[in-house]
């Protein structure tokens, strides 16, 4: 099993930046791929970005890739998201996943409560 918790979330201003952390426990050197998601109020949980656990690879969503950066740290076993340029679309609740095979979109195993994020215009 594999905990996922997630930090970092919080309101912030259009034009701002916020760094989103995921702390992961347990058996964690079975983690192959992290992925950071989003579910805004009404819609359906979209992917934002993928990493590799070895952070070799990396997958963006166009909504983003010119505006956040996945990375991970094996040592922290902490996988962080960060977001510039924020913009009000970019408010939901962001979940952190895991997944124990090499995966991009789908197919993920473990998921976080998720953390809020807030842009006001």
């Known amino acids: 099993q594999v905990q996922l918790v997630e930090s970092g979330g919080g309101l912030v201003q259009a034009g701002g930046s916020l760094r989103l952390s995921c702390a992961a426990s347990?058996?964690?050197?079975?983690?192959?791929?992290m992925g950071w998601f989003r579910q805004a109020p009404g819609k359906e949980r979209e992917f934002v970005a993928g990493i590799t656990w070895s952070g070799s690879t990396t997958y963006y969503a166009d909504s983003v890739k010119d505006r956040c950066t996945i990375s991970r740290d094996n040592g922290k076993n902490t996988a962080y998201l960060q977001m510039n340029s924020l913009k009000p679309d970019d408010t939901a609740v962001y979940y952190c996943a895991a997944s124990l095979r090499s995966v991009v979109i789908s197919g993920y195993d473990y998921w976080g409560q998720g953390t809020q994020v807030t842009v006001s215009s």
């Open positions: 347990g058996r964690t050197s079975n983690i192959y791929t």
